[in-house]
């Protein structure tokens, strides 16, 4: 399948690994050029208050140059995060699988992703089913949508897994959350996370969290995860607006129950950390098993919040995770592509 836009992005500005193409994209620069129509973006931005999206994405360049992509790895991260905290995973997705096209999106107001009016945003553009519907229109607009001949493979953590129990289930597509900040059983993480919000909101604790508590939080939050990820969760925290910070983080606290038919149960898997801080192991567990999931499609590894990234902490444990996760990856997109050939 070719993809008409692979050539018009940026280099990114960090070298990624050998045999793997990266580059940086922006939607609205998409409508510029008119790869994409000027009105459809505008009825993106209209549908979804985003006022761009901004993504990396990772190809092998034969596969590129040739338009043999027979589907997308989408890797969604969480609150107060970017494209950046997945470090080098989308490049070792691309270099394993030749005929995928791995896209890392900032999301949700965080990045290069920001809402038109953020200090007007509010919960319902900030919520994990808004930020699903988000990612599914911009996806389709850039024509990677799933079908027959292309197959979908959404990567989301915390935040953005969270956003995976709301999406459209297709025979094309599957889903790997990893630690789903779902708190819909979680009474008391649920109310940290309001707390936490509604003080972000009124000023109370952004000084803090901004001078001298930042750090602290990160450490005990996500202690696991490598210095590259903590940094990055510092500077978007000081580059977003506190309104947006306080709408996502509150958002996550408050929601419907995910619909979960037989064919979104098929196609998701669940992993979690046993000492994350952020998802409690139990309730999770528990609102998965209301919810149906199969037993055989939850994990549970060693490690915190961040088990995938590998810093001082738990090094062990999250190289385990880490290699578990890529490990799953090649098999729900083995197990997606089976049969499939490019366009």
């Given at each position: 399948m070719p993809v008409l836009w692979l050539d018009l992005g940026r280099p990114c500005p960090r070298a990624w690994l050998p045999g793997v193409r990266a580059a940086q994209f922006r939607l609205s620069r998409l409508a510029e050029q008119g790869i994409v129509s000027e009105s459809a973006f505008m009825q993106f931005q209209a549908a979804t208050?985003?006022?761009d999206?901004?993504?990396r994405a990772f190809a092998q360049p034969e596969t590129w140059q040739r338009g043999e992509i027979r589907g997308t790895v989408v890797f969604i991260h969480g609150w107060d995060g970017d494209?950046?905290?997945w470090e080098d995973l989308p490049a070792q997705v691309a270099r394993a699988l030749p005929h995928a096209l791995v896209l890392a999106p900032d999301v949700n107001g965080f990045g290069q992703s920001p809402f038109r009016d953020p200090g007007h945003v509010g919960l319902d553009e900030t919520a994990p089913p808004a930020l699903m519907r988000a990612l599914e229109r911009w996806l389709a607009l850039i024509g990677l949508g799933p079908g027959p001949e292309h197959a979908v493979l959404w990567i989301g953590h915390s935040m953005g897994g969270a956003a995976l129990f709301y999406a459209h289930p297709t025979p094309a597509s599957a889903r790997l959350a990893l630690a789903p900040a779902l708190l819909l059983n979680d009474v008391l993480r649920k109310g940290f996370y309001q707390a936490m919000g509604m003080g972000i909101w009124a000023g109370q604790?952004?000084?803090r969290l901004l001078t001298a508590l930042s750090p602290l939080v990160v450490e005990r939050l996500i202690g696991g995860a490598s210095e590259y990820v903590k940094t990055v969760h510092e500077e978007v925290f000081r580059a977003t607006p506190k309104r947006v910070l306080a709408a996502a983080f509150f958002a996550l606290a408050r929601g419907e129950v995910p619909p979960m038919h037989e064919d979104a149960r098929r196609h998701l898997e669940v992993v979690l950390g046993h000492r994350d801080r952020?998802?409690?192991?139990m309730p999770?567990?528990?609102l998965l098993a209301e919810l149906g999931l199969p037993a055989r499609h939850v994990r549970v590894l060693f490690g915190d919040h961040y088990f995938f990234s590998v810093g001082h902490l738990y090094p062990q444990w999250h190289q385990e995770g880490r290699t578990?996760?890529?490990s799953r990856i090649l098999h729900w997109w083995r197990r997606l592509t089976e049969g499939a050939h490019p366009a």
């Amino acid at each position: 399948m070719p993809v008409l836009w692979l050539d018009l992005g940026r280099p990114c500005p960090r070298a990624w690994l050998p045999g793997v193409r990266a580059a940086q994209f922006r939607l609205s620069r998409l409508a510029e050029q008119g790869i994409v129509s000027e009105s459809a973006f505008m009825q993106f931005q209209a549908a979804t208050g985003w006022a761009d999206v901004g993504w990396r994405a990772f190809a092998q360049p034969e596969t590129w140059q040739r338009g043999e992509i027979r589907g997308t790895v989408v890797f969604i991260h969480g609150w107060d995060g970017d494209g950046r905290i997945w470090e080098d995973l989308p490049a070792q997705v691309a270099r394993a699988l030749p005929h995928a096209l791995v896209l890392a999106p900032d999301v949700n107001g965080f990045g290069q992703s920001p809402f038109r009016d953020p200090g007007h945003v509010g919960l319902d553009e900030t919520a994990p089913p808004a930020l699903m519907r988000a990612l599914e229109r911009w996806l389709a607009l850039i024509g990677l949508g799933p079908g027959p001949e292309h197959a979908v493979l959404w990567i989301g953590h915390s935040m953005g897994g969270a956003a995976l129990f709301y999406a459209h289930p297709t025979p094309a597509s599957a889903r790997l959350a990893l630690a789903p900040a779902l708190l819909l059983n979680d009474v008391l993480r649920k109310g940290f996370y309001q707390a936490m919000g509604m003080g972000i909101w009124a000023g109370q604790v952004l000084e803090r969290l901004l001078t001298a508590l930042s750090p602290l939080v990160v450490e005990r939050l996500i202690g696991g995860a490598s210095e590259y990820v903590k940094t990055v969760h510092e500077e978007v925290f000081r580059a977003t607006p506190k309104r947006v910070l306080a709408a996502a983080f509150f958002a996550l606290a408050r929601g419907e129950v995910p619909p979960m038919h037989e064919d979104a149960r098929r196609h998701l898997e669940v992993v979690l950390g046993h000492r994350d801080r952020l998802v409690g192991l139990m309730p999770m567990l528990d609102l998965l098993a209301e919810l149906g999931l199969p037993a055989r499609h939850v994990r549970v590894l060693f490690g915190d919040h961040y088990f995938f990234s590998v810093g001082h902490l738990y090094p062990q444990w999250h190289q385990e995770g880490r290699t578990f996760v890529f490990s799953r990856i090649l098999h729900w997109w083995r197990r997606l592509t089976e049969g499939a050939h490019p366009a």
